[in-house]
Nanobody, 115 residues
């Protein structure tokens, strides 16, 4: 199983980025998928999850970020708009069996820097 994130980079406050997570070795339509982030010196936090057509968001990103997936491409996305300085972090995608609490598979992360 491999999850490979891409799309990170440098952006000014108020800008947008779209992260992608290409999956191999698993079929994302059969898993619950999520985006997480970790800023230096802070704990990892959940950003958004998607299960079928249902999505959830952290309060801090609600209304600015959109999680989506393309089952045909086996790819997860995170559209990030109105980026703030505090969104700076390493962003990770993850997959889990929907009946479990812990995420089973993680990507290597992609860095997002808002400055």
């Amino acid at each position: 199983v491999q999850l490979v994130e891409s799309g990170g980079g440098f952006v000014q406050p108020g800008g947008s980025l779209r992260l992608s997570c290409a999956a191999s070795g698993l079929t994302i339509s059969r898993y619950c998928m999520g985006w997480f982030r970790q800023a230096p010196g802070k704990e990892r936090e959940g950003v958004a999850t998607i299960r079928g057509g249902r999505t959830t968001y952290a309060d801090s990103v609600q209304g600015r970020f959109t999680i989506s997936k393309d089952d045909a491409k086996n790819t997860l996305y995170l559209q990030m708009n109105s980026l703030k300085l505090e969104d700076t972090a390493m962003y990770y995608c993850a997959a889990k069996y929907c009946w479990t609490n812990e995420y089973n598979y993680w990507g290597q992360g992609t860095q997002v820097t808002v400055s």
